[in-house]
C-alpha cells in the first residue's frame, strides 16, 4: 500500500543520505576506470565521464528511441490484436489495471534492453580509458558477441525472480540474489564467461559489498527504468494518450537517463574487481590500487579466459 511504499523510500533515502555523507568524493578523474572508488568518488566519476562525452553516451542512448518503438509494436498486439481487446474497448486506455500492465510489459523489456546498454557503456569506458577512439556504432558493434551470453544470463536471472516473487518468503531472497546478479551486463562485456559462469562472476564480485551495490546499482538503474514508464503511466492517465505516444516520451527520458546509470554501473563493477584482485586499501593509496583490464579480458575465477560456449 501507500504506506508501506512511502516507508521504503524513506529508507531508501536515509541509506543513500548517510553514504554520500560518509563517502570520499574526490579524486573523481573519470579515467583509469579500473581502480577502487568510495561511492562518492563512483557519483562524481560517472557525472564527469558523461559529461565529458556526451555526444558518445547520448548515442548510445539512443537505442532506446527502436527500443521504445518496439514496445509499442508489442503493446499494440497484445492490447489491440490479442486477448486483451475487449477489454480495452470496454475500459479505455485510462484504466488503471492496463496501465499497471502496460507498465509491467514496458519495465520487463526495459531490463533486457538496460543490459545490452551497460554492455555497450562498458566497452566504450574501455575503449576511453585505453585512449582509443569509440563511437556509440562501434561499442554496439563490440559487443555483439556479448549478446548471448548476457540474454541467457538474463533470462535465468528472471525465471528465478518470477518463481521467487510468488512466496512471501522468497522476496527477500529474491532481493538478494538482484543485487548479486547486477553486474551481469559488465562482467559479460569485459571478461570471457558463458551463462552460468557470468551469474557466478557477478555474484563472487558483490560478495562482502552488497550494500555499495544495491545504492549504486539497483538503486540508480531501477530509478532510471522506471521513471520513463512512471512519467509515461502519469501522461496516460491524466491525458488519455494513446500507448504509442507513451512509449515514445519513456524512450527519449531513457535516452537521457540510461547512459548515467550504466556508466555509474560500470564504476562499480571495476571498483568491485579491482577490490577483489589487487585487494582492499587505504582511501590514500585508491589511486594505485588499479588493474589492467580491456576489452574480453580474462581474469581469474570460474568460466574466465575460456572461449564463451556456443
Given at each position: ?7 521504503v ?13 560518509r ?11 579500473a ?19 556526451p ?47 502496460a ?9 533486457f ?7 555497450t ?12 577512439p ?21 533470462a535465468?536471472?528472471?525465471v528465478?525472480?518470477v518463481?521467487?516473487?510468488f ?5 527477500p531472497?529474491?532481493i ?7 553486474l551481469?551486463g ?7 564467461h558463458g ?24 538503486g540508480?538503474s ?6 520513463g ?19 515514445l ?10 547512459p ?8 562499480t ?21 588499479e588493474?589492467?583490464?580491456g ?7 570460474d568460466?574466465?579466459?575460456?572461449t564463451?560456449?556456443?
Amino acid at each position: 500500500d501507500a504506506g508501506t511504499t512511502l516507508l521504503v523510500v524513506a529508507v531508501l533515502g536515509a541509506l543513500f543520505i548517510w553514504f554520500v555523507t560518509r563517502t570520499a568524493w574526490r579524486p573523481s578523474t573519470p579515467l583509469r576506470v579500473a581502480r577502487r572508488r568510495t561511492v562518492g568518488q563512483v557519483l562524481s566519476a560517472t557525472w564527469r565521464m558523461y559529461a565529458g562525452h556526451p555526444r558518445l553516451f547520448l548515442g548510445i542512448g539512443l537505442a532506446f528511441i527502436p527500443i521504445g518503438l518496439v514496445i509499442t509494436g508489442l503493446q499494440y498486439l497484445i492490447f489491440r490484436i490479442g486477448t486483451l481487446e475487449p477489454l480495452l474497448l470496454s475500459t479505455g486506455e485510462q484504466n488503471g489495471a492496463l496501465a499497471l500492465l502496460a507498465l509491467g510489459l514496458g519495465s520487463l523489456l526495459t531490463l533486457f534492453a538496460f543490459s545490452i546498454i551497460v554492455a555497450t557503456v562498458a566497452r566504450a569506458m574501455v575503449e576511453l580509458d585505453a585512449g582509443r577512439p569509440v563511437t556509440p556504432l562501434s561499442a554496439y558493434r563490440g559487443v555483439t558477441d556479448s549478446v548471448r551470453p548476457l540474454l541467457g544470463a538474463l533470462a535465468i536471472a528472471v525465471v528465478v525472480q518470477v518463481a521467487l516473487s510468488f512466496t512471501i518468503v522468497g522476496i527477500p531472497l529474491g532481493i538478494f540474489l538482484l543485487v548479486r546478479w547486477s553486474l551481469l551486463g559488465a562482467v559479460v562485456e569485459v571478461e570471457s564467461h558463458g551463462v552460468r559462469g557470468v551469474l557466478r562472476r557477478s555474484a563472487s564480485l558483490v560478495r562482502g559489498h552488497w550494500l555499495k551495490t544495491f545504492l549504486l546499482v539497483v538503486g540508480m538503474s531501477t530509478a532510471a527504468i522506471l521513471v520513463g514508464p512512471f512519467v509515461g503511466a502519469l501522461v496516460l492517465l491524466v491525458s488519455g494518450a494513446a500507448f504509442s505516444i507513451v512509449n515514445l516520451l519513456a524512450a527519449l527520458i531513457y535516452v537521457l537517463v540510461m547512459p548515467f546509470a550504466a556508466i555509474a554501473t560500470g564504476y562499480t563493477y571495476f571498483d568491485l574487481r579491482a577490490r577483489r584482485e589487487v585487494g582492499e586499501t587505504t582511501p590514500e593509496r585508491a589511486l594505485d590500487a588499479e588493474i589492467e583490464v580491456g576489452a574480453a579480458a580474462t581474469t581469474a575465477g570460474d568460466g574466465a579466459g575460456a572461449t564463451r560456449p556456443e
